[in-house]
């Protein structure tokens, strides 16, 4: 029965990248038979693991390698399978590793997955519910299930077939009581945590896994709220998944779950074994739970060389108890020596050689890739609506910012009311055109937690093989695009008329158009310095120097033709110096700002030039100030402003999506 598991997950392996209509099959005939679900069998051999140790300054110099895990072995069957160990055992990547999430540089051994090696796509066909929550909480249980189904279910499989699968999750998870509700965010309130727990494993169930990894499954629930959610995944293990979790600390009700044991201490395998046994085996060693102790809370007193909660069993030769307790590192030592001598561990080692004998030979690659179930289209249409609706759920970041901008623009236009032709009038659209530009900039900080706050989702998302990174840049860049456009539209209408700027449509389509590009650019800007960043107030101060160091050489704090030459080529990397730029010829060209005298006055300078004018004279033209800024006002003059804006935005795009594209996605 365990062979027949193997080939069915193989067969979907071939399905993920093509599409094909096998996998289909395989899951349409599993649906309509309703087979009894058969989990794999996962063996582990020889696994070591080592990361690179880092010194020096901000510690970029590899200064060698520090061991994480060492020698195991061990065989993972249909049940539930638990991982225990102190704090730093390496619980979580034994677990990464077994679930192929790990970066493969370091790794020595070989997992295998029913007798064959793990396919490269392992990770998109097991499922895997991180410790953290990653789930969309502004959408519904039930349309994040579905969300799930609609993306890593094959694109053959009709929608109904889709739907089947999500109502029956509802009910075999207890979630349909809330299935209609929102999961919640820090803003809102939504479903319990033991519910958020559930709905994130149905996320994963939505396949039909033949493994089902957890790290942690019982972190941040209470001890009623763990122990009915790992009631849940009892009930599943004993209809055939396998189900392998890593867990801290468990009470007792939940300990007397688990089918295997694996106990951790620094890396090295202390037992590892039928759960129920392992009182059994700590006992024949030298040590005796006392009445009434928790054994999870025991393994870790004794780990950990606690005697406090621990009693040296009389008659045992075999350990000299005052070495033991000597020091923690002896007492781990022995343990894991002790283990090593134990049957369990040469019993193991045999069905391990037995298996290796019996091996299945395919010619995998040892890449770790990553294959999808759906088209680029498909995956585009699903990923851009749930965006799209989280972005319309999200006060903070739709009405709120649309409220700030209709606000600003309110004040903006008070402060420069019916701006006057006068010497003054010329100053105050200098000043207001200035303001415009460096807020279009500095509010489009907000889009730093685009990539920022949903990293979590977004990395476990395209590693189980949801969707392209193309897909989830492509649908955050439209979603801010039309976010941008909405309020950058209605903030330049407001501004505008307030204002009483050039009363023509022509100014007014150029006006909102270099407003609405300059907030395009310096959008793109923020994301790709924020890209690669975890830490939303790091990002922050990288935006913020970054717009200061453009708003000097945007030309009204600094004359830019009075610059040296060496500094000013820097005054073509500013954002704001392009819109700027553009707004003031789309403004100040066929204004004047004195009377018919004093123009034909200033006209008869001996100099003979519209520059010179601005030397002994008032400045009576728009023509002359710019001549005076060292402005082009030619028809080029302006649209290269929007040209060197739309060039600096694809670049700028480029960046970003290379760099979440190169983003470390496997810890």
Same mark, same amino acid.
């Given at each position: 029965?365990?062979?027949?598991?193997?080939?069915?997950?193989?067969?979907?392996?071939?399905?993920?990248?093509?599409?094909?209509?096998?996998?289909?099959?395989?899951?349409?005939?599993?649906?309509?038979?309703?087979?009894?679900?058969?989990?794999?069998?996962?063996?582990?051999?020889?696994?070591?693991?080592?990361?690179?140790?880092?010194?020096?300054?901000?510690?970029?110099?590899?200064?060698?390698?520090?061991?994480?895990?060492?020698?195991?072995?061990?065989?993972?069957?249909?049940?539930?399978?638990?991982?225990?160990?102190?704090?730093?055992?390496?619980?979580?990547?034994?677990?990464?590793?077994?679930?192929?999430?790990?970066?493969?540089?370091?790794?020595?051994?070989?997992?295998?997955?029913?007798?064959?090696?793990?396919?490269?796509?392992?990770?998109?066909?097991?499922?895997?519910?991180?410790?953290?929550?990653?789930?969309?909480?502004?959408?519904?249980?039930?349309?994040?299930?579905?969300?799930?189904?609609?993306?890593?279910?094959?694109?053959?499989?009709?929608?109904?077939?889709?739907?089947?699968?999500?109502?029956?999750?509802?009910?075999?998870?207890?979630?349909?009581?809330?299935?209609?509700?929102?999961?919640?965010?820090?803003?809102?309130?939504?479903?319990?945590?033991?519910?958020?727990?559930?709905?994130?494993?149905?996320?994963?169930?939505?396949?039909?896994?033949?493994?089902?990894?957890?790290?942690?499954?019982?972190?941040?629930?209470?001890?009623?709220?763990?122990?009915?959610?790992?009631?849940?995944?009892?009930?599943?293990?004993?209809?055939?998944?396998?189900?392998?979790?890593?867990?801290?600390?468990?009470?007792?009700?939940?300990?007397?779950?688990?089918?295997?044991?694996?106990?951790?201490?620094?890396?090295?395998?202390?037992?590892?074994?039928?759960?129920?046994?392992?009182?059994?085996?700590?006992?024949?060693?030298?040590?005796?739970?006392?009445?009434?102790?928790?054994?999870?809370?025991?393994?870790?007193?004794?780990?950990?060389?606690?005697?406090?909660?621990?009693?040296?069993?009389?008659?045992?030769?075999?350990?000299?108890?005052?070495?033991?307790?000597?020091?923690?590192?002896?007492?781990?030592?022995?343990?894991?020596?002790?283990?090593?001598?134990?049957?369990?561990?040469?019993?193991?080692?045999?069905?391990?050689?037995?298996?290796?004998?019996?091996?299945?030979?395919?010619?995998?690659?040892?890449?770790?890739?990553?294959?999808?179930?759906?088209?680029?289209?498909?995956?585009?249409?699903?990923?851009?609506?749930?965006?799209?609706?989280?972005?319309?759920?999200?006060? #903070?970041?739709? *009405? +709120?910012?649309?409220?700030?901008?209709?606000?600003?623009?309110? !004040?903006?236009?008070? =402060? /420069?009311? &019916?701006?006057?032709?006068?010497?003054?009038?010329?100053?105050?659209?200098?000043?207001?055109?200035?303001?415009?530009?460096?807020?279009?900039?500095?509010?489009?900080?907000?889009?730093?937690?685009?990539?920022?706050?949903?990293?979590?989702?977004?990395?476990?998302?395209?590693?189980?093989?949801?969707?392209?990174?193309?897909?989830?840049?492509?649908?955050?860049?439209?979603?801010?695009?039309?976010?941008?456009?909405?309020?950058?539209?209605?903030?330049?209408?407001?501004?505008?008329?307030?204002?009483?700027?050039?009363?023509?449509?022509?100014?007014?389509?150029?006006?909102?158009?270099?407003?609405?590009?300059?907030?395009?650019?310096?959008?793109?800007?923020?994301?790709?310095?924020?890209?690669? #960043?975890?830490? *939303? +107030?790091?990002?922050?101060?990288?935006?913020?120097?970054?717009? !200061?160091?453009?708003? =000097? /050489?945007? &030309?009204?704090?600094?004359?830019?033709?009075?610059?040296?030459?060496?500094?000013?080529?820097?005054?073509?990397?500013?954002?704001?110096?392009?819109?700027?730029?553009?707004?003031?010829?789309?403004?100040?060209?066929?204004?004047?700002?004195?009377?018919?005298?004093?123009?034909?006055?200033?006209?008869?300078?001996?100099?003979?030039?519209?520059?010179?004018?601005?030397?002994?004279?008032?400045?009576?033209?728009?023509?002359?100030?710019?001549?005076?800024?060292?402005?082009?006002?030619?028809?080029?003059?302006?649209?290269?402003?929007?040209?060197?804006?739309?060039?600096?935005?694809?670049?700028?795009?480029?960046?970003?999506?290379?760099?979440?594209?190169?983003?470390?996605?496997?810890?």
């Amino acid at each position: 029965m365990m062979e027949r598991g193997c080939h069915v997950n193989i067969a979907m392996t071939d399905d993920v990248g093509t599409n094909g209509a096998a996998g289909s099959k395989v899951v349409a005939a599993a649906d309509q038979k309703q087979q009894q679900q058969r989990g794999s069998t996962v063996s582990f051999h020889s696994i070591q693991y080592k990361v690179p140790q880092r010194s020096g300054f901000l510690c970029k110099r590899k200064s060698g390698h520090r061991g994480i895990l060492f020698d195991l072995n061990g065989i993972m069957r249909p049940g539930l399978n638990a991982i225990l160990g102190p704090t730093g055992s390496g619980k979580s990547s034994f677990l990464d590793i077994l679930a192929a999430r790990k970066d493969p540089s370091g790794l020595l051994g070989e997992v295998l997955i029913d007798k064959a090696p793990q396919p490269p796509n392992f990770k998109c066909l097991s499922g895997y519910v991180v410790q953290e929550d990653v789930v969309m909480g502004t959408l519904t249980v039930r349309e994040n299930l579905r969300f799930s189904a609609a993306l890593r279910l094959s694109s053959s499989v009709h929608q109904s077939e889709k739907e089947a699968r999500v109502n029956h999750l509802i009910e075999e998870l207890g979630l349909a009581k809330v299935a209609d509700s929102k999961v919640g965010t820090q803003m809102t309130r939504g479903i319990s945590g033991g519910e958020r727990k559930r709905t994130n494993i149905g996320m994963e169930l939505i396949i039909d896994p033949s493994v089902l990894f957890l790290d942690e499954p019982t972190t941040g629930l209470d001890a009623s709220t763990a122990n009915s959610v790992l009631l849940l995944l009892k009930r599943m293990a004993s209809d055939g998944r396998t189900i392998i979790m890593s867990i801290h600390q468990p009470r007792y009700s939940i300990y007397r779950l688990f089918d295997t044991l694996t106990l951790l201490v620094g890396g090295k395998m202390v037992y590892h074994g039928p759960a129920p046994n392992a009182l059994d085996y700590f006992t024949d060693i030298g040590y005796l739970c006392e009445p009434h102790n928790n054994p999870a809370d025991f393994f870790l007193d004794v780990i950990n060389g606690d005697f406090t909660a621990t009693t040296k069993a009389r008659g045992s030769e075999d350990l000299d108890f005052e070495e033991l307790i000597s020091s923690r590192q002896s007492i781990q030592e022995s343990l894991v020596e002790e283990y090593r001598n134990s049957s369990y561990s040469s019993d193991t080692r045999a069905e391990l050689e037995r298996i290796v004998q019996e091996r299945k030979c395919f010619s995998y690659s040892p890449a770790h890739a990553i294959t999808y179930n759906s088209s680029f289209c498909h995956q585009l249409r699903w990923v851009l609506k749930r965006t799209f609706q989280n972005l319309m759920l999200t006060p #903070q970041t739709s *009405v +709120a910012q649309l409220g700030v901008n209709i606000f600003l623009a309110l !004040v903006v236009g008070a =402060i /420069f009311f &019916g701006v006057k032709e006068d010497q003054s009038g010329m100053q105050n659209r200098m000043g207001v055109l200035f303001f415009i530009t460096i807020n279009q900039c500095f509010s489009t900080v907000s889009a730093a937690e685009l990539f920022i706050m949903e990293r979590k989702l977004f990395v476990h998302e395209y590693i189980s093989g949801y969707y392209r990174v193309s897909v989830y840049f492509l649908s955050k860049i439209l979603a801010d695009i039309a976010l941008r456009t909405i309020t950058s539209v209605i903030f330049s209408s407001i501004v505008y008329f307030m204002i009483g700027l050039k009363s023509t449509a022509a100014s007014f389509a150029i006006f909102t158009l270099t407003v609405t590009l300059v907030a395009y650019t310096a959008t793109a800007l923020t994301m790709a310095i924020s890209a690669d #960043q975890s830490i *939303v +107030a790091l990002a922050n101060i990288y935006m913020t120097i970054t717009f !200061v160091f453009m708003m =000097i /050489f945007s &030309g009204l704090l600094v004359n830019l033709p009075s610059m040296k030459a060496w500094l000013a080529w820097l005054r073509y990397f500013s954002i704001p110096r392009y819109g700027f730029a553009a707004l003031q010829i789309s403004e100040f060209v066929g204004l004047t700002f004195c009377d018919e005298a004093l123009i034909q006055n200033t006209n008869m300078s001996p100099a003979g030039t519209n520059r010179s004018v601005s030397t002994v004279g008032p400045t009576c033209t728009g023509e002359q100030y710019l001549d005076y800024l060292g402005i082009e006002h030619t028809t080029w003059g302006l649209w290269e402003n929007h040209v060197a804006l739309t060039i600096m935005m694809l670049i700028l795009l480029i960046i970003a999506y290379l760099k979440l594209r190169y983003i470390k996605k496997f810890t």
